[in-house]
Nanobody, 119 residues
Framework: VQLQASGGGLVQTGGSLRLSCAAS????????MGWFRQAPGKEREFVAA???????SYADSVKGRFTISRDNVMNTLYLQMNSLKPEDTAVYYC??????????????WGKGTQVTVSS
């Protein structure tokens, strides 16, 4: 199973980026998927998740600015990030769930894509 994240880069404060995560080796249609991030010197933290029925959840720090979505035909996960702030700077990881909701945990992890927001 491979999860390949892409779309990261350098953007100014207030800008936007769209991350993609292409999954292969497993069909995630009936499983939750999510995005996590890790900033330098900090632990990995939850960003957003989406269940197999498209129910979404977000960390308080990104609510109203980030939108998670999925395309089950393409087996791809997305994260639209708007109104970016310097504190959003981190390596962003996509993850594939062990079950239909995030409560079941994440079993598969991608390698991450760097997002840097300049002030």
């Amino acid at each position: 199973v491979q999860l390949q994240a892409s779309g990261g880069g350098l953007v100014q404060t207030g800008g936007s980026l769209r991350l993609s995560c292409a999954a292969s080796g497993r069909i995630f249609t009936n499983y939750a998927m999510g995005w996590f991030r890790q900033a330098p010197g900090k632990e990995r933290e939850f960003v957003a998740a989406i269940t197999w029925t498209y129910r979404v959840s977000y960390a308080d720090s990104v609510k109203g600015r980030f939108t998670i979505s999925r395309d089950n035909v393409m087996n791809t996960l997305y994260l639209q990030m708007n109104s970016l702030k310097p504190e959003d700077t981190a390596v962003y990881y996509c993850a594939g769930g062990s079950g239909p909701t995030p409560d079941h945990g994440m079993a598969y992890w991608g390698k991450g894509t760097q997002v840097t927001v300049s002030s």
